[in-house]
């Protein structure tokens, strides 16, 4: 069965520094699109970042662009999202999901546990 594993949140003052990743438990990780979402506290989840298969096309939501960047390594079955210049604003739960199509869409088929990012002084 596929899954999900984020890893790599934590403390972070504001305008430091996260890099999360996210391991696919079953090869290739290439057949899937990847998606990263935030869930602040007392909100709905957000998607962040999407990223196409084959790593060709990447989507920013407007909060983040210039600030975060997704990757992947289909040879590491792992993607990644590069969070930069940290804002309070970007507290919470950071799930990394997948589906079975070459980019993103409405629905994704399978979601991590996530992982908490908390950037406060």
């Known amino acids: 069965q596929f899954h999900l594993v984020e890893s790599g949140g934590g403390l972070v003052q504001p305008g430091g520094s996260l890099r999360l990743a996210c391991a696919a438990s079953?090869?290739?990780?290439?057949?899937?699109?990847i998606g990263w979402f935030h869930q602040a506290p007392g909100k709905e989840r957000e998607r962040v970042s999407c990223?196409?298969?084959?790593?060709?096309?990447?989507t920013y939501a407007d909060s983040v662009k210039g600030r975060f960047t997704i990757s992947r390594d289909n040879a590491k079955n792992t993607a990644y999202l590069q969070m930069d210049s940290l804002k309070p604003e970007d507290t919470g739960v950071y799930y990394c999901?997948?589906?079975?199509?070459?980019?993103?869409?409405?629905?994704?088929?399978?979601w991590g546990n996530g992982t908490l990012v908390t950037v406060s002084s």
């Open positions: 999901a997948a589906t079975f199509a070459w980019i993103c869409g409405s629905e994704m088929d399978y």
């Open positions: 079953e090869p290739p990780l290439d057949y899937y699109a």
């Open positions: 990223i196409s298969n084959s790593g060709i096309s990447t």
